[in-house]
């Protein structure tokens, strides 16, 4: 099976613009959670996707947002880019269901966005 | 609230060593999972185990092990006979039934040396 695949690698934006990411799950997965990653704060859990619909969200401002497809791709959008949103943006999918316990997840290798 | 604590942010030992990777957590949750993962440099976070809370046997896998124990809060990681290869950063993350986010360390940062 091919794994959690992540666009684009690597991203420049400036300060101001706003900045979409994109993640492919792992093919039956449809569980699917946005990390930020950065050497100050470390992981952390930005929001979870199943089935289309958020399942949770964490400690972030409404600046972030997301979104699930029918076929579990997922995207994460970052509006109005600050210095700080500079950080490794990880994408994660596991088999699990809500209510299933908690499965552990595949990360992909990440988009490195840069804010200039 | 929950919380991971990796005490232990760098650690290096020398091939063939032995070393044990500190993880404490807390949660309210009476149902919870645990879970390791390494980041090598190349980046790509990689799971090596879970275990639920009911379960405290401990675990072997190879030259990983994983000492669980609800008394202490605390699972650890240990690996035996270290390798150049183990070199990355090593993450132990919780996540509550009810609470329902995954929790991670800040990490710990192996380094092997030949």
């Known amino acids: 099976k091919a794994g959690v695949t992540q666009t684009p690698r690597y991203l420049i934006k400036t300060r101001g613009q706003q900045v979409t990411l994109s993640c492919s799950p792992i093919s039956g997965h449809r569980s699917v959670s946005w990390y930020q990653q950065t050497p100050g704060q470390g992981l952390q859990f930005l929001f979870e996707y199943f089935s289309e619909t958020q399942r949770n969200k964490g400690n972030f401002p409404g600046r972030f947002s997301g979104r699930q497809f029918s076929n579990s791709r997922s995207e994460m959008n970052v509006s109005t880019l600050e210095l700080g949103d500079s950080a490794l943006y990880l994408c994660a999918s596991s088999s699990r269901r809500p209510g299933q316990g908690a499965g552990e997840q595949y990360f992909g290798p990440g988009t490195r966005l840069t804010v200039t | 609230a929950q919380k991971v604590t990796q005490a232990q942010t760098e650690i290096s030992v020398v091939e063939k060593e032995d070393v044990t990777l500190d993880c404490v957590y807390e949660?309210?949750?009476?149902?919870?999972?645990l879970f390791w993962y390494k980041q090598p440099p190349s980046g790509e976070l990689v799971f090596l185990i879970r275990?639920?809370?009911?379960?405290?046997q401990n675990e072997i896998s190879g030259r990983y092990s994983w000492n669980f124990q609800k008394s202490t809060s605390s699972f650890n990681f240990t690996i035996t006979a270290s390798q150049v290869v183990d070199s990355a950063v090593y993450f132990c993350?919780?996540?509550?039934?009810?609470?329902?986010?995954?929790?991670f360390g800040t990490g710990t940062r192996l380094k092997v040396l030949a």
């Open positions: 993350a919780l996540r509550g039934e009810r609470t329902y986010k995954y929790i």
């Open positions: 275990r639920n809370s009911f379960d405290e």
């Open positions: 949660t309210r949750d009476t149902t919870y999972y």
